[in-house]
């Protein structure tokens, strides 16, 4: 719950007044603070404004935001080149806005006890396309590892985090093996891996945490030899938990921030980030971020700084590195 002066606060700048509807959609990822974030919002307009927030993916998401159906995309990742063609061509202009950090999160059963640390090699072993009906069993991932079969579960090919995890540990967006079990629903695959102790699965940090009495995380080494760093808010803030840290976003289209309800929500959105952040379990930014962010903004600055790709294992410090050229 954020704290009654931030809320008392906020009512100085929003007017009593404004009503409609604002349509969020895209990745699971962001949908939690996304979500926190809607019902605060609502409560605050006494529920004059509706925020509806729907999962299909952040290309899901980012499908229909081009196609000028939803107000908000959610993305785990930056708007990539052949959507921002897609933007163009249906004449949505957007404004990017970075909202937190998540520490996209391999587990795997409580029970397991053997998978104490994974590489980034291991990892890629596992889950690239040459795996596909050939890597079966954990022995043939790793030789100290049991002889029993391997049971994955995943993002589905709509998910941000899909194309995140198979750039930073296949080396290129959207190469994996398909003989897994994909959902763009991350509770999916939080209950798969809950009942299976030979299954592992990926997914935001957040639904780690929402289950840590059904799951472990395992900890990542970014290379053969190096210590695993296994997630969380200190390990992201500090930069060591690499590839698989990552920033995540959410796009608004220019033309809906010309109405009432949805400019003030996502001003609202930014002024109370780093408190949403937290409560849903991801790394706020630095207040300087926020600072950017809602000025741009203010004064509509539309495109994305990444112009069509991103760097994985971005750090904080060169996500804000990235924001500040002009």
Do not use: H
Request: charged share 25%.
């Amino acid at each position: 719950m954020l704290v009654a002066p931030l809320l008392a606060a906020a009512l100085l700048w929003t007017n009593p007044g404004v009503a409609g509807t604002i349509k969020a959609d895209g990745s699971s990822t962001v949908y939690p603070i996304t979500d926190f974030t809607a019902a605060e919002f609502q409560k605050l307009k006494k529920n004059a404004v509706n925020v509806t927030v729907d999962i299909s993916g952040t290309t899901g998401g980012f499908r229909k935001f081009c196609r000028g159906e939803i107000d908000i995309a959610d993305a785990s990742r930056p708007i990539n080149a052949g959507e921002i063609a897609d933007c163009q061509k249906g004449g949505v202009e957007y404004v990017e806005l970075p909202v937190a950090f998540d520490a996209l999160t391999v587990v795997v059963n409580p029970r397991n006890k053997f998978l104490t640390g994974i590489s980034v090699e291991e990892l890629k072993k596992l889950w690239e396309p040459a795996a596909e009906g050939r890597i079966r069993s954990w022995r043939q991932v790793n030789a100290d590892w049991p002889d029993a079969p391997i049971r994955l579960f995943g993002p589905g090919g709509d998910s941000g985090t899909f194309d995140y995890f198979t750039e930073a540990i296949i080396g290129k967006a959207r190469a994996s093996r398909r003989d897994y079990t994909a959902s763009e629903d991350d509770n999916v695959l939080v209950q798969g891996v809950a009942r299976d102790v030979n299954a592992l699965a990926y997914f935001g940090f957040a639904y780690y945490v929402a289950n840590k009495g059904k799951l472990k995380a395992v900890p990542i080494a970014p290379e053969r030899g190096a210590a695993a760093i296994e997630p969380s808010l200190e390990t992201v803030n500090k930069g060591s938990y690499r590839p698989l840290s990552r920033p995540i976003f959410i796009y608004v289209a220019v033309k809906s921030l010309a109405r009432a309800e949805v400019s003030e929500f996502t001003e609202f959105y930014l002024r109370t980030a780093a408190q949403a952040a937290r409560a849903v379990n991801y790394v706020p930014l630095p207040d300087s971020a926020y600072r950017g962010a809602l000025e741009r903004l203010q004064n509509r600055k539309k495109g994305s700084v990444f112009q069509g790709s991103a760097e994985v294992g971005m750090t904080i410090e060169e996500l804000l590195r990235l924001e500040a050229k002009p």
